[in-house]
């Protein structure tokens, strides 16, 4: 898997951060701010909000896939909330979802690894970045 996310990470262009906040404080925030000083462009997907880091935010990831090309979902969501983000995962055909730390959905993982998806579960893409020295 190791090789997998390396080449992931080395690749992917744009990310869509599903759950995305505004507020500083936030860990999505921290971490979507990093990523976009590393370079790549985040898509934040909140339907609460209307910007984040100075980019559109969309209402879902449907939406923000009409309008961009989306190498990988970054999750920040609650557990119940990953079955669904995998249908539109799927739906949309995006290559690659990465479920942020204590966000372990087994059975959506596995529907999503089965249609061909590139799944990291329970990892921080930040850390894992880092981790690469990226």
Same mark, same amino acid.
């Given at each position: 898997m190791g090789d997998r996310v390396l080449d992931l990470l080395r690749n992917a262009r744009t990310i869509a951060v599903v759950g995305l906040s505004s507020d500083l404080g936030n860990p999505s925030h921290e971490v979507a701010a990093y990523l976009q000083s590393r370079g790549y462009r985040i898509i934040p997907v909140n339907p609460?909000?209307?910007?984040?880091l100075g980019e559109m935010a969309y209402p879902?990831?449907?939406e923000a896939a009409k309008e961009n090309e989306v190498d990988i979902v970054d999750v920040f969501r609650r557990v119940d909330a990953v079955s669904g983000i995998v249908d539109e995962v799927l739906a949309l055909e995006l290559p690659a979802l990465w479920l942020q730390e204590t966000v372990v959905d087994e &059975? &959506? &993982?596995e529907r999503a690894r089965q249609a061909g998806v590139l799944v990291v579960m329970d990892r921080c893409i930040m850390k894992e970045h880092r981790r690469y020295g990226l």
């Open positions: 609460w909000v209307s910007e984040v879902s990831l449907t &059975a &959506a &993982a």
